[in-house]
């Protein structure tokens, strides 16, 4: 990792969303700045004339990992994470593994009783107690001074990586592709709304994923209901720059701008290899 936390507001707002921690901030941006060329309009209409590519397929799902991983690691090994922990000092207690789980915002907490079902008896399950209590909260009360070690020690366990995987996909990844697809949007579009509800939460409230997407239905439609592609993602993408400066912690937006916005405007709807983007001004890129 480079010296700049990376991992700042992955999994923001998870499943349980202390009342400390539901973000204000200022209007949603308007989408009219991004209105589609008539040469826009042939690519797009090119596109959807050809099979649809979703991001659960295997290798566009390993894209959006590695998409995800060079935003919150400033690398394109995720896998590599599933040890990762520390507290960044975001007020959501630790953050650690490959989505980001948060002792404060009850994602760990589910994330370390799924693995206790699959395994019972492992070396985080002693912390089941502890990690109730500090739900909510930025407290490592009965956390420390061994948790860290404890979960460095877990990430070796295929058995807790399967589980880090699993509700990853169970809480961020499923929903995402599932909103995406019925939105008519292609892989790029589910990779943004994937993006989006691992940092802002699967939630309703006006900066979670379903606030952003509410406000960019309020400007566009998605191909679903007849509307442009494009037009509705830069929506969409223009709400969620405004819930990103809503919050200090996530105020660089380039992970929109020089990643999923450059993306969208070399009309690459399908994600398709090869890749190459910055964030924070640092250049990767996927070419297979």
Same mark, same amino acid.
């Given at each position: 990792?480079?010296?700049?936390?990376?991992?700042?507001?992955?999994?923001?707002?998870?499943?349980t969303?202390?009342t400390?921690?539901?973000?204000t901030?200022?209007?949603?941006? !308007? /989408?009219? &700045?991004?209105?589609?060329?008539?040469? %826009?309009v042939?690519r797009?209409? /090119?596109?959807?004339?050809?099979?649809?590519?979703?991001l659960? *397929?295997?290798?566009?799902? =390993?894209?959006?990992?590695?998409?995800v991983?060079?935003?919150? +690691?400033?690398?394109?090994?995720?896998? /590599?994470?599933?040890?990762y922990?520390?507290?960044?000092? %975001?007020?959501?207690g630790?953050?650690?593994?490959?989505?980001?789980?948060?002792?404060?915002?009850?994602d760990?907490?589910?994330? @370390?009783?799924y693995?206790? !079902?699959q395994?019972?008896?492992?070396?985080?399950?002693?912390?089941?107690?502890?990690?109730r &209590?500090? *739900?909510?909260?930025d407290?490592?009360d009965?956390?420390?001074?061994?948790f860290?070690?404890d979960?460095?020690?877990?990430?070796? &366990?295929k058995?807790? !990586?399967?589980?880090q995987?699993h509700?990853?996909?169970? @809480?961020?990844?499923?929903?995402?592709?599932?909103?995406?697809?019925?939105?008519?949007l292609?892989?790029?579009?589910q990779?943004? #709304? #994937?993006?989006?509800?691992?940092?802002?939460?699967?939630?309703d409230?006006?900066?979670?994923?379903?606030?952003?997407?509410?406000?960019?239905?309020?400007?566009?439609?998605?191909p679903?209901?007849?509307? +442009?592609?494009?037009? #509705?993602?830069?929506?969409?993408?223009? /709400?969620?720059?405004?819930?990103?400066?809503?919050?200090?912690?996530?105020?660089?937006?380039?992970?929109?701008?020089?990643? !999923?916005?450059?993306?969208?405007?070399?009309?690459?709807f &399908?994600?398709?290899?090869?890749?190459?983007?910055? @964030?924070?001004?640092?250049?990767? =890129?996927?070419n297979?």
């Amino acid at each position: 990792m480079s010296p700049m936390p990376r991992r700042i507001g992955l999994a923001a707002v998870a499943v349980t969303v202390p009342t400390a921690l539901v973000f204000t901030g200022v209007g949603v941006g !308007q /989408a009219s &700045d991004h209105l589609p060329s008539s040469a %826009d309009v042939h690519r797009h209409s /090119a596109h959807k004339a050809a099979a649809a590519s979703n991001l659960d *397929d295997p290798a566009k799902k =390993e894209i959006a990992m590695k998409l995800v991983s060079s935003a919150e +690691n400033s690398s394109l090994d995720w896998r /590599a994470q599933f040890q990762y922990i520390e507290d960044i000092d %975001d007020g959501r207690g630790y953050t650690a593994g490959i989505i980001g789980f948060c002792s404060g915002t009850g994602d760990m907490l589910e994330l @370390v009783e799924y693995y206790t !079902q699959q395994k019972p008896g492992n070396v985080l399950a002693k912390y089941l107690p502890a990690l109730r &209590d500090v *739900d909510g909260t930025d407290s490592h009360d009965g956390l420390d001074p061994n948790f860290t070690k404890d979960w460095k020690k877990a990430a070796a &366990d295929k058995a807790f !990586q399967d589980a880090q995987e699993h509700e990853r996909d169970r @809480v961020y990844f499923n929903p995402a592709v599932k909103q995406g697809k019925g939105d008519g949007l292609g892989a790029l579009g589910q990779f943004i #709304y #994937y993006d989006a509800i691992v940092m802002h939460g699967p939630g309703d409230s006006k900066y979670s994923f379903g606030g952003i997407r509410k406000t960019a239905l309020s400007k566009a439609k998605p191909p679903a209901q007849g509307g +442009n592609e494009t037009t #509705y993602l830069n929506a969409f993408l223009d /709400a969620r720059k405004e819930a990103m400066k809503s919050e200090e912690a996530h105020s660089d937006t380039s992970r929109v701008d020089t990643e !999923q916005r450059k993306f969208l405007n070399e009309k690459n709807f &399908d994600l398709t290899p090869p890749l190459k983007w910055k @964030v924070y001004g640092d250049p990767f =890129e996927i070419n297979s």
